[in-house]
């Protein structure tokens, strides 16, 4: 019996590592478009390796940014230095709630931000967060909430992933690596932001829909703000725009503005600003240039109305 046990254990862990070799040797060679269990994209056009290489760096911000790519191609930084706030824009694509918990516990402490803006985009609450997820784990460095993000999402991209993403982690593949800041269309800004070249876009209408929300991306949003709660930190919700056709198109939209208002406070952007489809978006769901100045010149006179208060 107990050459078989020793057999049986002998048999785990040669597998185990013989698996972590051929995984990282398919990584490092097959093209991950071909790999149907492993979706690990070093840099992309969200440039959020560049975001969470520099952020590193960072401490004692006035305000952080959080959110999806409303946020990091939304929230431009360089209007909030020339007010003399300092800021950081922590936005990922597709980040959902639980990314979002997860980037707080892993640098909240060393940023020390006095405010955090949420970028609170309803789809964020309806996605499973595997998208986000893998772009976390293919971006940063893999840690005990990484395992705990995986987890949650108890996903096989996920745990793929996450070793491949260990592994290299471990070896030092990406410790020399370097992200271009120019890419297309798109080019990072310091400070977590995505500026784009001005493009515009085609008003189109969309036909009726409904926000199918995740329970448990509410649950983690609550954690983030209990989270921020105890540590004294002041929290404002926004809504950003999406074009004014695609927002219409939802029939719940109201359902969820009373939700986030009894969360803390919160603004629809929808309900503030008039943006044109065509001139202030580059799709149905960003803003151009023109849009993003408007938008953000907006959020900083709430800033200023809250401080007088």
Not at 9 to 23: D, H, N, R, V
Not at 79 to 99: C, D, H
Request: with cysteine.
């Amino acid at each position: 019996m107990a050459k078989f046990i020793k057999s049986v254990l002998l048999f785990i862990i040669y597998s185990t590592f013989g698996y972590c070799i051929l995984l990282t040797l398919a990584g490092l060679i097959i093209p991950h478009k071909y790999l149907a269990n492993l979706k690990y994209k070093l840099a992309d056009t969200s440039f959020t390796f560049s975001r969470l290489e520099e952020v590193k760096q960072e401490e004692n911000l006035d305000i952080l940014f959080l959110g999806s790519s409303h946020a990091y191609r939304g929230f431009d930084t360089r209007m909030y230095t020339e007010q003399g706030y300092k800021t950081f824009n922590l936005g990922s694509s597709t980040q959902t709630p639980l990314q979002s918990k997860l980037l707080l516990q892993r640098y909240l402490d060393r940023l020390k931000p006095k405010q955090i803006i949420i970028e609170v985009y309803p789809l964020i609450f309806c996605s499973d967060g595997v998208e986000s997820g893998l772009d976390i784990i293919s971006n940063d460095i893999n840690d005990r909430h990484s395992i705990d993000m995986a987890v949650d999402l108890n996903h096989p991209l996920i745990y793929h992933s996450l070793l491949y993403g260990s592994i290299k982690d471990f070896l030092g593949l990406n410790r020399s690596y370097s992200e271009e800041k120019w890419k297309a269309i798109s080019n990072y800004i310091s400070g977590g932001f995505v500026d784009r070249q001005l493009r515009y876009f085609n008003h189109v209408e969309h036909p009726k829909d409904h926000w199918e929300f995740h329970e448990q991306q509410f649950q983690h949003f609550e954690e983030i703000l209990s989270i921020l709660k105890e540590k004294d930190i002041d929290v404002l919700l926004v809504f950003a725009p999406i074009t004014k056709s695609k927002y219409k198109s939802y029939d719940n939209n109201k359902d969820f503005d009373i939700k986030m208002k009894n969360y803390g406070e919160y603004y629809n952007l929808h309900e503030i600003l008039a943006l044109d489809d065509s001139l202030h978006f580059y799709d149905s769901n960003h803003l151009n240039k023109l849009g993003v100045k408007i938008f953000n010149e907006s959020i900083m006179n709430l800033l200023k109305a809250n401080k007088n208060q």
